[in-house]
């Protein structure tokens, strides 16, 4: 057998793409079978493969103790059980290509099915996937009913009960969705399988670019993580999915074979793991058994390069018209390569996200406006809208088996799976914020300058800005709003209660070098002890040219700790500790720092000089450049999903990094739906709540109010895009090019002609208000199970169950009984369940920031929150299914708030 290598070079030489990939000079595979796409069978192929499938149906499950009733529901329940392991990892195409080598298996061994593994090459139909000749009644079925719970009701597999995640039917939801866009023009896949330079790279690029898009424009069951593998389409998609990364293989000898990344778990990915089928087949593979297509153990197949020629397909009435420009030099590996470069990933970023990240890599200009166009038109294809639109049409009830559960509850971790990657890489405000910005550059939003002018905001167009860089606030002005209009608004806050270091921190007792720190916000304290912490924080540097930076530094190892005293020295029932004296990290031995010498600045004098250099090192910075740091400690153990049935989250910071995460997110997920919208969308994301609000960046200040005094004057006409502002760290150190550059370079701009505002402008701003709602989103108290009794007896709210709307009768929470109707129809819209807190009569009650910008602003106001046990340890829970519910309702809040509100009387 030829290697790969002088196969590929032959290849090329001939003039051919695509080649047989083989490491091995002796491999057994000497005539490898070829799998081709669909349309490519002649019309006897076709119904053979669709007969096997359905043959799979009828036979006995082999997998017994899991409620399996065919061997097709072995392969369901297989790839249910695998959500958590197989997907947001690297392991994802490996796995999947078991999958389909054992799925092949099956076909052959339990329905003698002999013909070619089949696959949907959906770039042929990236411009409308419901009129493709696989979605027609002679073959897959189409749409589904909307009269019918969206059941497909036509083709072979009509009536098809879906089965582990829930037990409704098998649904589509491509025509109710707009713009079903959302599979990759040809252009776009040639990019991803040729530009991408690694296997992180290529694997990101792929499962959330087209791998993603495809599931979420197919809606219903495809669109469930938990399910879709009942949609006999799906193995198609996912045959053609590892074609892209066979075609990426051959395109890239060098490092075809090679595998790298992280697991679900956090640890190292190896060749040498295991494919988990749980039962499917009678065999194991390793990753490294799968890397080669065609080494004969124990995979000997390729891919076809065209579907030309198959029966009833001419490509030249192809749906699929082209969809990039020469001009865009763009890539999602681009994206995915610039998440790497700036310490986020690409399982962090929406599918929408990283098109958008990927187009910033081109053209200035034709990126920015391909940016918009590709948020518009696949942020209403994701799975979220999917499975919004099926529910709130009827859609039977998931079933509440064990496996069942387990699909269930990992079916929304993908959204989950992002929050942990956004919790984990904001361990202080400034980092959250940071976090903020790559998301909206990455989304398609232009930064502005609080201090500069804003003639460039327009309806249709996406802004942010910071305050502090702790604080920020985002928004989206829609397509039709006129002055006076109104605001639908989140606010959410990015502190938490914590460590904070001292302003001369340097402490020396029992031989030990220690931390000076001081409380920040009411913290559950005890919970600090015995564990592993860092800190992380803004600092500021002196560059060489005398100027000043201000950087982000985060210790990722654990360098403090505070011990508690053994149980033997203190037999008290009580743990009552000093918080002076005894809440005082470990640095380390006071011996071990005697070799580390002071700098003599004001800094190393004020603070350990290990402390110090601890901090340089990870800044790649000279300790003397330091000049000054505002630094909190963070516990280093990542979050998680926990519990039996993966239903939990366990964080720090879930209070309120969730609820600023959910509110950003909607934002961006509300894109699609901007320009029908009257009103603008903001999001903001205070600092300080936790002590007050009252800085100048808390939600106590003029922040909002400033922000939405400018904004309620803007003129009616089309966006413009502001020229290139100042790097988004703040300085001119770049975060990465990729992702901060948010409009071309124009050292000079032409000047903006504006006409003079008419006389009602003034009061523009005053009309708006009355037009707005403010929802104020900041973690709620879930029922305790050991406390019952702490909880009114009629207002429990559950964890997984909904969002918590907060009422008090003394207006600790800003919620009214318009301000509720207005939220409850918007969840109604995005089949969100609701649930009330109350606080008991004999018991304290917390406050947000809801009724100090309600009584600052003059505008309707509810307070709302995601449930959670634990608020204000170091360890909050809160549940994952939540996540969803949250991102969900607020989506809806942005996408129908004027036609709500249009219908409410003023008061």
């Excluded at 929304?412 to 942990?420: K, M, N, R, T, Y």
Aim: charge should be negative; glycine fraction near 8%; hydrophobic fraction near 40%.
């Amino acid at each position: 057998m030829v290697s790969i290598w002088r196969a590929f070079a032959a290849a090329l030489s001939a003039g051919s793409l695509w080649v047989p990939i083989s490491a091995a000079a002796e491999s057994t595979c000497r005539t490898p079978s070829v799998r081709r796409e669909f349309r490519e069978l002649s019309e006897t192929q076709r119904q053979e493969y669709i007969s096997a499938v359905q043959c799979l149906r009828s036979k006995p499950s082999k997998i017994s103790g899991i409620g399996s009733s065919s061997r097709f529901q072995d392969m369901t329940y297989t790839h249910s059980m695998a959500l958590a392991t197989a997907h947001a990892t690297a392991i994802f195409l490996p796995w999947h290509r078991a999958l389909l080598h054992a799925y092949t298996i099956v076909l052959e061994e339990d329905c003698g099915y002999t013909g070619p593994m089949v696959y949907w090459d959906s770039a042929y139909d990236s411009q409308a996937p419901e009129k493709s000749l696989l979605f027609t009644a002679a073959y897959f079925g189409g749409d589904g009913d909307p009269n019918n719970g969206y059941c497909v009701g036509t083709g072979p597999f009509a009536n098809l009960t879906a089965r582990f995640g829930h037990s409704g039917c098998l649904s589509r939801y491509m025509s109710g969705l707009g713009t079903v866009t959302s599979s990759y023009s040809p252009e776009l896949i040639h990019s991803i399988v040729t530009t991408s330079t690694s296997f992180a790279a290529v694997a990101g690029a792929i499962e959330w670019g087209p791998h993603a898009n495809v599931h979420n424009g197919i809606g219903g069951t495809m669109a469930d993580v938990g399910v879709s593998a009942n949609d006999p389409i799906f193995m198609l998609h996912h045959c053609n999915i590892d074609r892209l990364w066979w075609m990426w293989q051959v395109n890239h000898p060098t490092v075809a074979l090679t595998y790298s990344g992280s697991l679900f778990d956090g640890t190292a990915a190896t060749l040498g793991q295991v494919m988990d089928l749980s039962g499917f087949v009678n065999a194991t593979w390793t990753v490294q058994d799968l890397l080669d297509t065609t080494s004969g153990s124990p995979l000997c197949y390729t891919y076809s390069n065209s579907i030309a020629g198959g029966a009833g397909f001419n490509p030249s009435t192809s749906s699929s018209t082209t969809a990039s420009s020469s001009t865009t030099a763009s890539s999602s590996s681009r994206a995915v390569e610039a998440s790497q470069s700036t310490g986020a990933s690409a399982a962090s970023m929406t599918t929408e996200g990283v098109t958008a990240a990927a187009l910033a890599g081109g053209n200035g200009q034709v990126a920015a406006t391909q940016a918009q166009q590709t948020t518009t038109t696949k942020t209403t294809t994701t799975a979220r809208a999917a499975a919004t639109a099926a529910a709130s049409a009827g859609q039977p009830a998931q079933d509440v088996g064990s496996w069942a559960v387990l699909a269930v509850a990992v079916a929304v971790p993908l959204l989950a799976h992002d929050f942990l990657k956004f919790v984990d890489a904001s361990p202080s405000p400034f980092h959250a914020v940071d976090s903020c910005i790559r998301r909206l550059v990455a989304a398609g939003f232009a930064e502005l300058r609080e201090g500069a002018a804003w003639d460039a905001v327009r309806p249709g167009g996406k802004y942010f800005f910071t305050r502090n860089r702790s604080a920020i606030i985002a928004f989206a002005v829609g397509g039709r709003y006129a002055q006076g209009n109104g605001f639908s608004i989140l606010g959410a806050h990015t502190d938490s209660p914590c460590l904070k270091v001292k302003p001369r921190s340097k402490r020396e007792r029992g031989a030990c070098i220690q931390v000076g720190v001081e409380l920040y916000g009411g913290g559950l304290w005890h919970t600090w002890f015995d564990r592993d912490l860092a800190v992380a924080g803004r600092v500021l540097v002196e560059k060489p040219d005398g100027s000043f930076d201000h950087l982000l530094a985060k210790i990722d190892r654990p360098i403090l700790r505070i011990p508690t005293l053994a149980i033997h020295l203190d037999r008290s029932t009580d743990f009552a500790f000093n918080k002076e004296v005894q809440l005082t990290p470990v640095l380390g031995l006071a011996s071990e720092a005697l070799n580390k010498k002071s700098e003599g600045d004001d800094v190393g004098t004020l603070h350990h000089s290990a402390l110090v250099s601890e901090i340089a090192g990870n800044l790649g910075v000279e300790p003397g450049q330091i000049r000054d740091f505002e630094l909190c400690l963070y516990d280093t153990q990542p979050a998680s999903i926990g519990g039996v049935n993966n239903e939990f989250i366990h964080s720090a910071r879930l209070d309120n990094l969730m609820m600023s995460f959910c509110s950003l997110t909607a934002l961006i997920d509300s894109i699609g739906s901007l320009a029908n919208d009257s009103k603008i969308r903001v999001v903001g994301l205070f600092d300080n709540e936790e002590v007050g609000s009252q800085t100048a960046h808390g939600a106590n200040s003029n922040l909002l109010e400033t922000t939405l005094r400018r904004l309620a004057a803007i003129p009616a006409g089309p966006a413009i895009q502001p020229a290139a502002a100042a790097s988004s760290t703040g300085s001119d150190r770049d975060l990465d090019a990729d992702w901060v550059v948010v409009s071309p370079v124009d050292p000079s701009p032409p000047a903006i002609s504006l006409p003079a505002p008419p006389p009602c402008q003034a009061a523009a701003y005053e009309r708006a208000m009355v037009q707005s709602l403010l929802v104020s989103a900041d973690m709620a108290h879930a029922l305790h199970p050991n406390y019952m009794e702490k909880h009114e007896d009629n207002h429990r709210p559950t964890i997984n169950k909904g969002v918590v709307v907060k009422q008090n009768a003394n207006q600790r929470y800003a919620t009214t009984a318009v301000s509720t109707l207005v939220l409850r129809e918007a969840a109604k819209r995005a089949n969100v369940d609701l649930q009330e807190f109350v606080v008991r009569n004999d018991s304290p009650c917390g406050s947000t920031i809801g009724p100090m910008l309600s009584s600052q602003l003059g505008v309707r106001t509810i307070d709302v929150g995601n449930p959670q046990w634990s608020m204000h340890s170091i360890r909050e829970t809160c549940g994952v299914r939540d996540v969803d519910h949250a991102v969900s309702l607020f989506k809806s809040f942005f996408d129908n708030f004027a036609e709500i509100d249009a219908r409410i009387p003023r008061l």
